[in-house]
């Protein structure tokens, strides 16, 4: 981090187990369903901030400055000039931030990027140092959630460890984020498998405005309420089977909706579908404990018990020794951390 930087946020990406796709009106970002999501421990972001004296903020991510017309640079500029309009502010930020894992294909690294981002720029201006002092100076984590859900929706949720819930509300302004419960509950464990690390070519921004095209969608919305009712007994249970399937049927409806949908996304590989035909077959005939789902991207996330990871990543190393692996786990939440 560059030294004149005082604080660095580090923030998880989280997995979706129940999917917000879709949004009943864009402009204010209002999904169209609520999601529920397991925050992760290793899939981080790190961000800090300062005001410069420029007319225009500067990001520089994984050590490089991105140039003005830098696609992802846009996207953060963007982001604190919403933010700035919002809050009736006018200084310019410096950014600097990086990513553990590889960006925008698939493991959300667009919700751990904005909570960092938002969290990060709070900081910057007003002078925070840890979460406690920006809850005390007005931006608790509810606000920071709400304000980081403009840039990426699935950002809201990384403001939580353990299990996080994003309720849509009846309106749009009656949107809600709630923590159902903390990692020590049930820390679970995600093995991601990379089937590529490329960027994905449909973004996901694309994807949630067609969605709604989609034959499938309205029957999709009008099951979700139950399936989210189940998948919570499940967590509270701590019923793996019970979450796994669960979990399995919501993100391969999830894929259905982007396919029929006009345009179409196909966010699977042929790789990804002889993988989730693997993972069933030996679940069913071997000691596989483990359940997947998929982002909008081509890798999968296999959420199985702590205790089976080395079992899981054996099995995948013995027949798909091409593919890389990420250990991750459900995490406690972020951190703003003061360096002077
Ligand atoms: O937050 P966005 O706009 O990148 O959309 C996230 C969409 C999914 O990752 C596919 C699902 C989710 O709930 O995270």
Not at 70 to 97: F, G, M, Q, W, Y
Request: aromatic share 8%.
């Amino acid at each position: 981090m560059n030294p004149q930087h005082h604080f660095k946020v580090e923030v998880a990406s989280n997995i979706a187990l129940l999917k917000y796709w879709g949004k009943r009106d864009p402009s204010k970002q209002w999904p169209a369903n609520d999601s529920l999501s397991m925050t992760l421990k290793n899939a981080q972001t790190f961000t800090s901030a300062r005001v410069i004296g420029e007319t225009s903020d500067v990001v520089i991510w994984g050590g490089r400055q991105l140039p003005s017309d830098d696609p992802a640079a846009v996207r953060v500029r963007n982001h604190l000039s919403r933010l700035r309009a919002i809050l009736c502010l006018d200084s310019k930020l410096e950014i600097v931030t990086e990513n553990t894992f590889p960006a925008a294909c698939g493991i959300a690294s667009s919700a751990s990027g904005f909570a960092a981002l938002t969290t990060a720029a709070l900081a910057a201006w007003t002078g925070g140092r840890s979460l406690e002092d920006l809850d005390q100076v007005g931006f608790s984590r509810s606000q920071l959630a709400l304000l980081a859900r403009l840039g990426s929706g699935s950002a809201c949720r990384s403001l939580w460890g353990g299990f996080v819930r994003w309720h849509a509300g009846d309106t749009p302004d009656s949107q809600a984020v709630e923590q159902l419960c903390d990692e020590s509950h049930w820390p679970l464990a995600d093995v991601i498998v990379l089937v590529s690390d490329k960027e994905k070519k449909i973004s996901s921004r694309v994807g949630h405005e067609s969605a709604f095209s989609s034959p499938f969608m309205e029957p999709r919305l009008a099951g979700l309420p139950e399936r989210m009712s189940k998948m919570i007994a499940a967590i509270e249970s701590r019923h793996l089977e019970g979450l796994g399937l669960l979990m399995e049927a919501e993100a391969l409806e999830m894929h259905s909706v982007m396919m029929s949908s006009n345009p179409a996304a196909n966010y699977l590989l042929p790789e990804t579908t002889a993988l989730l035909s693997w993972i069933r077959k030996r679940r069913h005939f071997g000691d596989f404990p483990a359940y997947f789902t998929i982002d909008a991207g081509p890798n999968v996330h296999l959420i199985c018990e702590p205790g089976d990871v080395a079992k899981v990543c054996a099995a995948l190393n013995d027949d798909w020794p091409e593919l890389r692996l990420f250990r991750d786990e459900c995490g406690s939440g972020p951190v703003l951390r003061a360096l002077s």
